[in-house]
């Protein structure tokens, strides 16, 4: 079974800033990685995926994410915040064999400060 | 517009009493979610369908029922045998056999007074 560890449950940072969001996951097989976005009393929105090849991942506004399977990580960067990125954002994983299944890490909150 | 709509947006009912939460989607995929979240424990997976008359229970299936009768609806019937059910229900779906990328409706707030 997977497992996803988001390692920072709260993220403070200024506007214009840069910030990156931990992400680690556990599998003993191939995985594809996801980044979610929840703004408050929302649903989820997807901002990027990793399948297969490039392991530099664009997303939607401005965000990108970077697999590196050594160190089994999926970190999610922007390299220049703006207050409307003040969300809680999730990591989550399925199984690349049987993925009918995602699991998600706890989430970690990004609050930017004017 | 294709999309998942989850019906109230805010729910209210006495303890003791079941509650049934509408989900229901018109982007034609065959499997659907019910996940339950909480402050600070992300998403659990509650129960889920990949097919019409067919479902599995999730992580924390105690409590809560479903049926799949048609394509395009997946409702949550939350018990009364659930002990803490005042939470956020979000409903997600998926093409199956595919990439698991699961699009999610805009999520019911259930209280329990």
């Known amino acids: 079974a997977q497992s996803v560890t988001q390692l920072d449950s709260q993220v403070p940072v200024f506007e214009e800033a840069p910030v990156e969001l931990r992400c680690n996951y556990s599998?003993?097989?191939?995985?594809?990685l996801f980044w979610y976005v929840q703004y408050p009393n929302q649903g989820l929105q997807l901002l990027l995926k990793?399948?297969?090849?490039?392991?530099l991942v664009k997303g939607i506004n401005g965000f990108e994410a970077e697999f590196n399977k050594s160190q089994t990580s999926f970190h999610l960067r922007k390299p220049s915040v703006h207050i409307s990125d003040t969300a809680e954002y999730f990591c989550a994983v399925s199984e690349a064999v049987r993925s009918y299944q995602l699991t998600f890490g706890k989430g970690t909150k990004l609050s930017v400060i004017p | 517009d294709g999309g998942i709509t989850q019906s109230p947006k805010y729910l209210f009912r006495k303890e003791g009493q079941n509650v049934t939460l509408s989900c229901e989607q018109n982007l034609n995929h065959d499997a659907m979610y019910w996940y339950r979240q909480d402050p600070g424990q992300g998403l659990r997976l509650i129960y889920y369908?990949?097919?019409?008359?067919?479902?599995q229970k999730g992580d924390i299936a105690e409590g809560y029922s479903v049926s799949r009768e048609k394509k395009e609806s997946f409702p949550l019937t939350v018990t009364s045998a659930q002990k803490n059910p005042t939470a956020f229900y979000l409903c997600?779906?998926?093409?199956?056999?595919?990439?698991?990328?699961?699009?999610f409706g805009p999520g019911t707030r259930l209280t329990v007074l």
């Open positions: 599998s003993s097989v191939s995985v594809y």
């Open positions: 990793y399948l297969s090849g490039s392991t």
């Open positions: 997600a779906s998926s093409i199956t056999g595919a990439v698991n990328e699961q699009f």
């Open positions: 369908s990949q097919i019409v008359n067919d479902f």
